[in-house]
């Protein structure tokens, strides 16, 4: 199996790059710099990035960028994947220089989500410093977050980031929007670093390509302060300040200018992937996390 240590990075697809740039700065918080091909970076941590834009025809989701631990896993990975039929592309020196690793296969999953998967990552080091004063951003070893991805068909996709990729199933979640309504399944997978979910995958369609992706800061006030900064900027808000059940996680959700949701949170726990037993959750939040808001 691949042995994935974290979601290294996502990107996003822009067809006006400096809404990013101008939400990077102002809402999230992040550092922005010029990126090859008129893209842009969003940068959380030491890292030159944690979210890449690129500029494109669509505003949406691109692409998950998973990171293993060095040149024998990267290696392992490949294998695995070719073993189980899955058509690999080899990231080409630009793409390698862009997304800053010394090396990277590109692939599907059954539902379409595009993949990089990469080791070695080569970008520098320089400290965090951001444009609105957020100390930092939970990443490290644990990445840039999580993304909830569409999975349809679910069962199948499923079944490959759990026997091929190699993730752990931390939490279950029936979830049922009305007593009449079908059940939409939402699995919560964890990968070696022990984030509680590094990527969940909801049974539903998504247009944009993500459901939500997750970043994390340091406390409460954090939470707040973005809060008032995606007000003052005119950001949507599509869920108010709750607290999940499953991970613990206090955020509030926005839309981002690639038409995916952001999930903006603290407090969110980690598991050991050789104890952790999977749960099942009753309940989307223990409190707050009212979603009708981005209906309106
Ligand atoms: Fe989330």
Known sequence: MVKIQALSYVVAQSTDVSRWRQFGEQVLGTQTADAPDAGLYLKM???????????????????????????????????????????????????????????????????????????????????????????????????????VLPALPFDETLKFYREVLGFGLSDVFNFQPAPDAPVIRLYFLHAASGRHHSVALAEMPSPSGCVHIMVEVEDQAEVDRAELRREKNGAKLMATLGQHENDKMTSFYLLTPGNFALEYGWGGISVDPATWQTTYTKQVSIWGHDFSVGFS
């Open 45 to 147: 941590d030491e890292r030159q990035f944690r979210l890449a834009v690129v500029k494109g025809g669509e505003d949406r989701y691109l692409v998950s960028g998973w990171e293993v631990a060095d040149a024998a896993a990267f290696k392992s990975a490949v294998e695995t994947l070719q073993q189980a039929g899955v058509k690999l592309q080899d990231g080409d020196a630009a793409l390698c220089k862009a997304r800053c690793v010394k090396a990277l296969v590109k692939f599907a999953d059954p539902a379409g989500n595009q993949h990089e998967l990469g080791w070695g990552y080569d970008g520098g080091s320089v400290p965090f410093k951001s444009p609105v004063g957020v100390r930092s951003f939970k990443t490290g070893k644990y990445g840039v977050g999580h993304t």
